[in-house]
């Protein structure tokens, strides 16, 4: 359980992790919250009755502004132990083969938009904003600078990376930025709604989708292919084995829906 000054804010539902980022006043994320997102993930990942994790930020103006500039100056180093996940519990978290939701509910800027970037899935309330606005500090948007330019059009990558400008929900739903848009008061709603229908889903399957889009990411294609169909891969092996395949396979013969059990 999660108590009132936690930076972190977890509760479960089935097979359902949904995380709050809660630091007043805007859920900046200094070392110590980058830490515990790390092991609230890692338990995640870990956690075999957990199937689908949303993480989302308290309140209705920010979801997340990225570093905490004002722990910096108090003496946070930016270059210091983010945790076993990397800077927001996610970014470089290891093998994490389960669908992310990220839920924005507000401003999404810096490090924060670096941390949706690791989501499997974007959703966002209509007034949602975001931009990198590392460039007007003088400093480079790391991670945004290699994933971005690969998620939308190379062009208005470059320009947000280079001018800092922010974008508005329609240009961000545009350019495919985000999957779905909602009114604020249906976000969450619509966010477990989704969680819900990839929780009945086949978690092996789930798994060497990750893993193979990982996997492929910089690889030709039929060097990529090559890995999957001749079950290099940990987690399409283990699909292809387990009973679940079998199950999907018996269940469309009989005309019924499937009952997975990740084995």
């Known amino acids: 359980m999660s108590s009132a000054t936690d930076p972190i804010k977890i509760r479960t539902q089935g097979a359902i992790l949904e995380v709050t980022l809660d630091r007043p006043k805007a859920?900046?994320?200094?070392?110590?919250?980058?830490?515990?997102?790390?092991?609230?993930?890692?338990?995640?990942?870990?956690?075999?009755?957990?199937?689908?994790?949303?993480?989302?930020?308290?309140?209705?103006?920010?979801?997340?502004?990225?570093?905490?500039?004002?722990?910096?100056?108090?003496?946070?180093?930016?270059?210091?132990?983010?945790?076993?996940?990397?800077?927001?519990?996610?970014?470089?978290l290891p093998h994490l083969n389960k669908p992310v939701i990220a839920a924005i509910n507000g401003i999404c800027c810096g490090g924060g938009l670096e941390i949706a970037l690791s989501c499997d899935i974007i959703l966002a309330a209509s007034h949602a904003t975001f931009a990198l606005p590392e460039i007007k500090s003088g400093v480079v948007a790391d991670a945004a600078s290699i994933k971005l330019p690969k998620r939308i059009p190379y062009h208005v990558a470059m320009e947000m990376l280079l001018t800092g400008r922010w974008l508005d929900i329609a240009e961000a739903q545009r350019w495919g930025f985000v999957n779905h848009v909602y009114e604020a008061d249906s976000l969450m709603e619509q966010a477990w709604a989704m969680a819900e229908q990839l929780a009945a889903g086949p978690p092996l399957v789930f798994a060497a989708i990750k893993e193979i889009v990982r996997d492929a990411e910089d690889a030709k294609f039929q060097d990529a292919l090559n890995?999957?169909?001749?079950?290099?891969?940990?987690?399409?092996?283990?699909?292809?084995?387990?009973?679940?395949?079998?199950?999907?396979?018996?269940?469309?013969?009989?005309?019924?829906?499937?009952?997975w059990k990740g084995r």
Do not use: H
């Open 27 to 92: 859920n900046a994320v200094d070392l110590d919250t980058s830490r515990q997102m790390g092991e609230v993930f890692r338990q995640f990942r870990d956690n075999p009755d957990l199937r689908v994790a949303i993480l989302t930020g308290a309140g209705s103006k920010f979801f997340c502004p990225g570093w905490d500039l004002k722990a910096a100056n108090d003496g946070d180093a930016v270059d210091g132990d983010y945790g076993v996940g990397g800077f927001g519990g996610l970014q470089e």
């Open 227 to 259: 890995r999957v169909t001749q079950r290099q891969l940990q987690t399409v092996d283990t699909l292809y084995g387990s009973e679940d395949a079998s199950e999907g396979a018996r269940a469309f013969a009989e005309k019924r829906d499937p009952v």
